[in-house]
């Protein structure tokens, strides 16, 4: 009988516990948009203090000191970066999910969450070639990208400010004249295309940008400066990678993010897809066998996973079919329940991430011989 009540009772339990987590699941992203909404209106005189970049508090990775970007496996070693021959200015995304306007950049828990999430995962790619400058910045709320506004649009000139103001310090006591990359992800993507086409395209430094990875954005090809043309091939240099992976069945949800366009013509031309299996600006398939490495540090054991997905650009989406779960830890699945199945946004350099590191290393290669 205390058996059958023990049994009974733990019975009651799971179900609890089942349907607490199907209640979370189906209003996840109701609560989300919620505890991320801005409690107030925008007002640039309560933002919060703008960083400056003498000090090594304002950057997520310095190539002087060990920090997250420094990360490795055995098998894909990184370099001394105080020695590296170029240089990659990358600008993270959104770790900022608070009810202002814009985040703060003394936040030590931010900060930590920007680490782990951003600098760790995608800034690594390129320790094998490169001198990482990972710049904080106030990053604009989440609202900026699910429902546009006006106000919205003032949270991202606040965020652009800083990774202009950033972008200038690197170049003024950093750069030294030397080739460079510009990298970024989701927000920091829409922050570094505006960067590339006001600071780099059509200027002297152009001369030296090896490649822009502008990823996990729609970026209109239209929009692009001649200067800094779609990468058609997988060695070209002076030119813009883009990609956002999605899974063939997905269907767009609360988080597939917009953005405001100050041309509607751009807004509405081609989108750049270049499949970072490939390196080409075409729809081709390629197979799974071409992927020489997913790698997710947020696993409990990071790897590397040969032939984890193939890829195809269609329409300026980067159709992708996984073959295994990605191994993600307990905050990165909530990550991937917010953002609903088949959106691979979080994940878009991860799933790729041994043949970006190659394509950079190629592309570094090219510049240097174009050089000489």
Not at 205 to 218: E, N, V, W
Not at 277 to 296: K, Y
């Amino acid at each position: 009988m205390v058996k059958q009540r023990a049994g009974r009772i733990v019975g009651y339990v799971l179900v609890g516990i089942v349907a607490v987590v199907a209640f979370v699941a189906m209003f996840f992203n109701s609560i989300v948009r919620t505890m991320t909404r801005p409690e107030a209106p925008f007002d640039a005189k309560a933002l919060p203090v703008a960083p400056d970049y003498a000090s090594p508090a304002a950057w997520s990775s310095l190539p002087d000191r060990e920090d997250a970007a420094d990360v490795t496996v055995p098998v894909l070693p990184g370099i001394d970066q105080r020695t590296a021959p170029a240089d990659v200015f990358y600008v993270h995304p959104t770790t900022y999910i608070g009810s202002k306007w814009n985040g703060p950049i003394d936040d030590a828990k931010l900060n930590a969450a920007t680490d782990r999430v951003a600098t760790r995962l995608q800034a690594s790619v390129w320790n094998t070639c490169c001198a990482i400058y990972a710049p904080r910045y106030r990053q604009a709320n989440l609202t900026g990208f699910t429902q546009p506004s006006d106000e919205s649009d003032h949270a991202f000139d606040t965020a652009y400010g800083d990774v202009v103001t950033a972008f200038r310090y690197f170049v003024a006591h950093h750069h030294r004249d030397r080739p460079f990359f510009l990298a970024a992800h989701s927000q920091g993507t829409l922050l570094a295309e505006r960067l590339l086409r006001e600071e780099i395209a059509n200027q002297p430094l152009r001369k030296k940008l090896i490649a822009a990875y502008l990823i996990g954005l729609p970026i209109p090809i239209a929009g692009l400066s001649p200067d800094t043309p779609v990468c058609a091939k997988p060695d070209q240099t002076g030119c813009v990678v883009s990609w956002n992976a999605r899974g063939p069945q997905f269907v767009p949800g609360d988080f597939e993010f917009r953005r405001h366009h100050p041309s509607p013509q751009i807004a509405a031309s081609a989108i750049d897809c270049v499949n970072p299996l490939s390196f080409l600006a075409d729809e081709a398939e390629v197979p799974a066998s071409a992927n020489i490495g997913a790698l997710f540090f947020d696993a409990k054991e990071p790897a590397v996973l040969p032939g984890f997905a193939s890829a195809r650009c269609q329409h300026g989406t980067l159709i992708t079919s996984l073959q295994g779960r990605p191994p993600r830890d307990f905050m990165s699945r909530l990550l991937d329940l917010a953002m609903g199945p088949g959106n691979y946004h979080p994940i878009d350099y991860q799933l790729f991430y041994v043949n970006l590191r190659k394509n950079a290393q190629a592309r570094l290669s090219a510049f240097q011989q174009n050089q000489r």
